[in-house]
């Protein structure tokens, strides 16, 4: 199975700050590689697809990197909505698998 | 629109078999490309792929509990059925269907099940 190394497993920041979220895989992906966003209590919601793939309505501040097996995810500007976990998912071969997880605390 | 939701009992004691019923609408399990996935996910911990069955009836199940694992899907229905066997309180969890189109775009609101005699 591939694994997802997701890191930091978590992390506080403050509102308007630049937040970086890394996902390394154990072996070459592509570009095959989602995240999401959970709230608690709730589903995960699709914010990037594919790497970099913005997913429609999701805010611009939000962005995806990478291929192979190094993965960014960026939070531009923090915002009190951001908060939650954030995972990575590889679907380039089965079984799918996730990350860890990064829970982000404004 | 796409929906999914899941359906099952809340409470199962350990050895039973878990079936959860996912139904979905907004799209069709005949369509090529079409797939769904079942997710779970244990109380403040990560989430994790079980199974995934695609429109040509391709079935996948997670490396550590495929003996226990059957995905089935019922077409005219809009309707994916999960079973896991020899349930045990650690399969205690929220479990997810989502809509799966490579990544997985739509998800259900989950169902909290929990194993305990």
């Known amino acids: 199975d591939i694994q997802l190394t997701q890191s930091p497993s978590s992390l506080s920041a403050s509102v308007g700050d630049r937040v970086t979220i890394t996902c390394q895989a154990s072996?070459?992906?592509?570009?095959?590689l989602n995240w999401y966003q959970q709230k608690p209590g709730k589903a995960p919601k699709l914010l990037i697809s594919d790497a970099s793939n913005l997913e429609t309505g999701v805010p611009s501040r939000f962005s995806g990197s990478g291929s192979g097996t190094d993965f960014t995810f960026t939070i531009s500007s923090l915002q009190p909505e951001d908060n939650g976990t954030y995972y990575c998912?590889?679907?380039?071969?089965?079984?799918?698998?996730f990350g860890q997880g990064t829970r982000l605390e404004i | 629109q796409v929906t999914l939701r899941e359906s099952g009992p809340a409470l199962v004691k350990p050895t039973q078999t878990l079936t959860l019923t996912c139904t979905f609408s907004g799209f069709s399990l005949s369509t090529s490309g079409m797939c769904v996935s079942w997710v779970r996910q244990p109380p403040g911990k990560a989430l994790e792929w079980l199974a995934r069955?695609?429109?040509?009836?391709?079935?996948y199940y997670s490396t550590s509990l495929k003996t226990r694992l059957t995905i089935s899907k019922d077409t005219s229905k809009n309707q994916v059925v999960l079973t896991m066997t020899n349930m045990d309180p650690v399969d205690t969890g929220t479990y997810y269907c989502a809509r799966t189109t490579g990544p997985l775009d739509y998800w259900g609101q989950g169902i909290l099940v929990t194993v305990s005699s």
């Open positions: 072996q070459d992906i592509d570009n095959y």
């Open positions: 998912q590889q679907y380039d071969k089965v079984p799918m698998t």
């Open positions: 069955i695609d429109w040509d009836d391709y079935k």
